[in-house]
């Protein structure tokens, strides 16, 4: 099945080459690159699922880099990273606020029955594709922990 989100994106492209928009064409070809590699060294072709995943890994390796950029005094490199995050996020869904996400988190213990940290693992099987892209990973694992804390 065709990603709906993936079409979008690449509907992204054509405005943007249209608008002569530089930046932000420059960063929606970038993200059409990595669906493009993946699909050829998987010979595979996106879902949405799968869509929003790299979507949300792109966003994650950027906040890493301006953060690094930032602490090296490197601002220009850091509002470039932060501008390439905006644009990658205008195709992730609306973030989630963090009483979504605790509720999330204490659903998915109780629907698994989990006990302790042990069962870490199942409560983050659960909660991951519901968050996917519309919360941070990190963020999310240490509420899992404080729940078990």
């Given amino acids: 099945m065709a990603s709906e989100l993936k079409s979008t994106i690449s509907n992204a492209v054509k405005d943007a080459m249209r608008a002569k928009a530089k930046d932000r064409l420059g960063v929606l070809r970038m993200v059409m690159a990595e669906f493009k590699r993946i699909e050829v060294d998987e010979r595979i072709e996106l879902d ?13 390796q950027r906040r890493d880099s301006a953060k690094q950029y930032e602490e090296a005094g490197r601002e220009e490199l850091a509002a470039t990273e932060h501008a390439e995050i905006a644009v990658i996020s205008d195709f992730l869904p609306q973030a989630l606020t963090a009483e979504e996400i605790a509720q999330i988190v204490n659903d998915a213990i ?38 078990f804390a």
Avoid: F, I, N, W
């Fill in 110 to 147: 109780a629907s698994t029955g989990a006990a302790g940290m042990g069962d870490m693992g199942k409560v983050m099987g659960v909660v991951k594709p519901q968050v996917q892209g519309r919360a941070d990973m990190g963020e999310v694992s240490k509420l899992v922990k404080a729940a």
């Fill in 48 to 60: 949405d699922a799968r869509v929003l995943a790299v979507l949300d890994k792109m966003v994650k």
